[in-house]
Structures are given as structure tokens and as C-alpha cells.
């Protein structure tokens, strides 16, 4: 089975950026859908953004629409998330996940084990 890792994460001030990163090990992502998903105590865990197989048409949480821009290099297997202005309220683990969207569920094959997220204010 595909695993995914996460890097990337950590802390980060109210307004800075940041970049996650996410592989697969073990394979590739092959013709999945990836996605981020973020959860922080207390809250849903909440699709924050995913893209299909050719990087085409990425969706977006309102949340962060306008600030986050995922992009995906079938290349060297990696897809990123990019947090600009970044917000206190965006302080969650991050979470990697492949698979596809079944109508507006996700369905994840395979998930990583997330990386933290800390935005100071």
C-alpha cells in the first residue's frame, strides 16, 4: 500500500507563508485525486483543498480561497500546498490524502500522518 509523508510544517507568523509538501512512498499517486485536510481541536476535520489527476480545475475550502494554492508535479511524484496570509485560525495538524471524490464525499485511499501547523498572532 502507497504511503504519503508530509513535511513542511511547523510555526509561523500571523500574515507569513508556508509550504507543505507531500510524496508518496512505496509508489506513486498514479490516476488518485489528492487533497489536504486539516482538523485542529475541538473542530471537523475540513477538506481544505484538492486537485485532480492532471493538476487540472484545484477546489478550495472558502476558508482559504484566495490564500492557499495547491499544485501537483506528476514529474517528481510531489504535490504542495502553498499558505500565504497565512491566519491564527489556520493552526491544524495537515493531512495528505489520496484517493477521489464520490459525488461531494471524499473517499481517501491512503492518508499520511499529518504535520502541524502553528500560526502565531
Known amino acids: 500500500q502507497v504511503q504519503l509523508r508530509e513535511s513542511g510544517g511547523g510555526l509561523v507568523q500571523a500574515g507569513g507563508s508556508q509550504r507543505l509538501s507531500c510524496t508518496p512512498v512505496g509508489g506513486t499517486f498514479g490516476s488518485y485525486a489528492v487533497a489536504w485536510f486539516r482538523q485542529s481541536p475541538g473542530k471537523e476535520r475540513e477538506r481544505v483543498a484538492d486537485i485532480g489527476e492532471s493538476g487540472r480545475t484545484p477546489a478550495y475550502a472558502y476558508s482559504v480561497k484566495g490564500r492557499f494554492t495547491i499544485s501537483r508535479h506528476n514529474a517528481n511524484n510531489t504535490v504542495f500546498l502553498q499558505m500565504n496570509n497565512l491566519k491564527p485560525e489556520d493552526t491544524a495538524v495537515y493531512y495528505c490524502?489520496?484517493?477521489?471524490?464520490?459525488?461531494?464525499?471524499?473517499?481517501?485511499?491512503?492518508w499520511g500522518q499529518g504535520t502541524q501547523v502553528t500560526v502565531s498572532s
Open positions: 490524502t489520496m484517493g477521489y471524490l464520490h459525488g461531494s464525499q471524499w473517499a481517501g485511499v491512503s
